[in-house]
């Protein structure tokens, strides 16, 4: 039920490759020794807060933190969130011109990009569930593309993202959640219910990863089913990666993700996310 994922030819239109695959993965795309830089810069705040071993590069969870002592409101962890996503290491790479120059590539015009950044710090044991991004971020264009971008590398059993192959055109998974709203429709969870396993099965599909290197990422669409494996880290190596959005400039933007002051979902700005709480209270797969 596991397959590998192909590396798309930056040769040939990637837009075409999209549709045809649901998502690009794409090698060496940044500076890897940027990537290294941006690794850490994150790892330096997370040590700021207690929750990474010395020495810090080996990326480490030390099982404790001193995160909400030092930031004790919803609000304080949250603006702390916020500037290690906004540190300047990690915005030269998740922003910076490589990736805006494939953007361009794909959508054949100037690319934007929300200002939020979901950057996620998984320590072993956790996952993310699988979703498809729609739901989360539609109140701007559809012409909308995620790119999962890992700081550093992700060896397969270490949380690598996953993608059932050719979903983007499964019609029950369009028909269930097109249009739905996560900030709006409360009563619906986001995510897909379904045990993977059993919709892996059902769709005669696969689940599609590989493992990463500094410099690669991956690219996909709105409709794409995704997830992350659980990182099963032997050493407590934490998972580091990023998720950033892109569309062509000019289209209408979700305003929940774009400004300085982005308010992201309920207006929670950054401590929305479970990466804003401390490392030692997010242990269970969400
Ligand atoms: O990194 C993860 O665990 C989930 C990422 C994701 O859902 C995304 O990039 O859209
Ligand atoms: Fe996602």
Redesign the pocket.
């Given at each position: 039920m596991l397959g590998k994922m192909r590396e798309a030819d930056l040769t040939k239109s990637l837009s075409d490759q999209l549709l045809e695959d649901g998502y690009l993965l794409l090698r060496s795309v940044y500076d890897p020794s940027a990537v290294n830089i941006a690794r850490q810069e994150i790892l330096k705040r997370l040590a700021e807060v207690g929750e990474v071993k010395n020495p810090i590069s080996g990326a480490i969870f030390s099982g404790t933190s001193n995160r909400r002592n030092l930031h004790p409101t919803a609000e304080d962890l949250g603006k702390f969130w916020k500037s290690v996503s906004e540190g300047p290491a990690l915005r030269a790479v998740i922003n910076g011109p490589r990736i805006i120059g494939i953007m361009d590539q794909l959508f054949g015009s100037l690319t934007a990009h929300f200002s939020f950044a979901?950057l996620?710090a998984?320590q072993a044991g956790?996952?993310?569930p699988m979703?498809i991004?729609h739901p989360?971020m539609n109140r701007g264009t559809d012409q909308l593309v995620?790119?999962?971008t890992p700081l550093g590398p992700v060896d397969i059993d270490e949380?690598t993202?996953y993608i059932l192959e050719q979903s983007h055109n499964w019609s029950e998974i369009r028909n269930q959640f097109e249009g739905q709203d996560v900030d709006r429709d409360k009563s619906k969870p986001g995510h897909i219910q379904e045990a993977p396993l059993e919709l892996v099965q059902q769709n005669n599909s696969r689940f599609l990863t590989t493992s990463f290197n500094p410099g690669d990422c991956?690219i996909?669409g709105m409709f794409t089913v995704?997830?992350?494996f659980d990182n099963n880290s032997q050493i407590g190596r934490i998972?580091l990666?990023?998720?950033t959005r892109f569309q062509p400039v000019g289209e209408p933007m979700d305003p929940r993700f774009s400004g300085v002051n982005p308010s992201a979902h309920e207006g929670l700005g950054y401590s929305c996310l479970s990466a804003a709480l401390p490392m030692n209270e997010t242990n269970s797969l969400r």
């Open positions: 979901w996620r998984m956790r996952a993310s979703h991004d989360y995620t790119c999962w949380g993202l991956l996909f995704h997830g992350s998972r990666s990023c998720d």
